[in-house]
């Protein structure tokens, strides 16, 4: 079990930009897919982007391709989600998770979860 703790939210307006980072304890953090989600108040949780542990492979819904870019820093058990041109839509709790694989990553109803990490974005 990977223990995972994000950071980096906050209020900033739209076009800006902000890193989110999420720091997991365990030595066995480099074999663990990384992924972030978000959820958004009255919605569903939504699947962001995802690393595998190599980071050679990532995913990234639609809604954020060419704006957001996953990576990760496995000498510091930590992965990042750089943000770039915000915008409202993007306003949600994000949260970390890590899984054995890309597929299971990807599942908003498996592998270990943070407690996540508020983004505002105003218009």
């Known amino acids: 079990q990977v223990q995972l703790v994000e950071s980096g939210g906050g209020l900033v307006q739209a076009g800006g930009s902000l890193r989110l980072s999420c720091a997991a304890s365990g030595r066995t953090f480099s074999t663990y897919t990384m992924g972030w989600f978000r959820q958004a108040p009255g919605k569903e949780r939504e699947f962001v982007a995802a690393?595998?542990?190599?980071?050679?492979?990532?995913r990234y819904v639609d809604s954020v391709k060419g704006r957001f870019t996953i990576s990760r820093d496995n000498a510091k058990n930590t992965v990042y989600l750089q943000m770039n041109t915000l915008k409202p839509e993007d306003t949600a709790v994000y949260y970390c998770?890590?899984?054995?694989?890309?597929?299971?990553?990807?599942?908003?109803?498996?592998?270990?979860w943070g407690q996540g990490t508020q983004v505002t974005v105003s218009s």
């Open positions: 998770n890590a899984a054995p694989d890309l597929l299971t990553t990807m599942d908003k109803n498996a592998g270990s």
């Open positions: 690393i595998t542990w190599s980071g050679r492979t990532t």
